[in-house]
């Protein structure tokens, strides 16, 4: 596609339920990052994909948090058990992958936990 | 491992002042240094890099960063701001071949009339 696509764009969720947030990167690139925007704050990195290499999971806040990608494609950011404090913007980045290159960043999903 | 250090959660400037927004980064290896914006209900997006080669490098609309190696640092600067240019700014630090892109917390600039 033109872009980094997310879905869903906003997802409020009960406190307890699981959720699936989806990403789809640009066609060809290798990398592709999962971040949390909390209201007010900064960009706190959660898991890095590049290619077929292992991921980088060290941002990942607990177990509950888990994310998959097939290949050089769509990647998806589970939570289970949402709480509160998950309740935040995730947002997916991709890019060709070689760190000179740019990130393209999707729209992000809007995560509410009530 | 690299870290960046944004010192500055927020700084409230006049429409046609100079601003400087500050970003300091950590790394054991050589890096490539970026920042990024997010205008007010949009996404992120790239503002300016430095790869290598000339210290200074510009963006299309005003905005300059100067990477400074002894002082590990990567300051963005604009001689005169709008009101356009309020907006939250990230700077972001990468290692020499595949390496994850590293943020700060970013910075709120708030232009004023």
């Known amino acids: 596609g033109a872009g980094v696509s997310q879905s869903p764009s906003n997802k409020v969720t009960e406190k307890g339920k699981d959720v699936e947030l989806r990403c789809d990167p640009i066609?060809?690139?290798?990398?592709l990052y999962w971040y949390r925007q909390r209201l007010g704050q900064g960009l706190e990195f959660l898991i890095y994909f590049q290619g077929n290499s292992a991921p980088d999971k060290s941002g990942l806040p607990s177990d509950r948090f888990s994310a998959e990608r097939t290949g050089e494609s769509v990647s998806t950011l589970t939570i289970q058990r949402t709480q509160q404090e998950d309740s935040a913007v995730y947002l997916c980045a991709s890019s060709l992958g070689a760190g000179n290159t740019e990130a393209f960043f999707g729209q992000g999903t809007r995560l509410t936990v009530v | 491992a690299q870290s960046v250090t944004q010192l500055d959660s927020q700084v409230p400037v006049f429409e046609e002042a100079p601003v400087e927004l500050r970003c300091n980064y950590s790394s054991s290896v050589s890096v490539y240094l970026f920042w990024y914006v997010q205008y007010p209900n949009q996404g992120l997006q790239l503002l300016l890099k430095?790869?290598?080669?000339?210290?200074l490098v510009e963006s299309i609309n005003g905005f300059e960063a100067e990477f400074n190696k002894s002082q590990t640092s990567f300051h963005l600067r604009k001689p005169s701001v709008h009101i356009s240019d309020t907006a939250e700014y990230f700077c972001a630090v990468s290692g020499r071949g595949f390496q994850k892109l590293v943020f700060g917390t970013g910075t709120r600039l708030l232009v004023s009339p």
């Open positions: 430095y790869l290598s080669g000339s210290t």
């Open positions: 066609s060809g690139h290798t990398a």
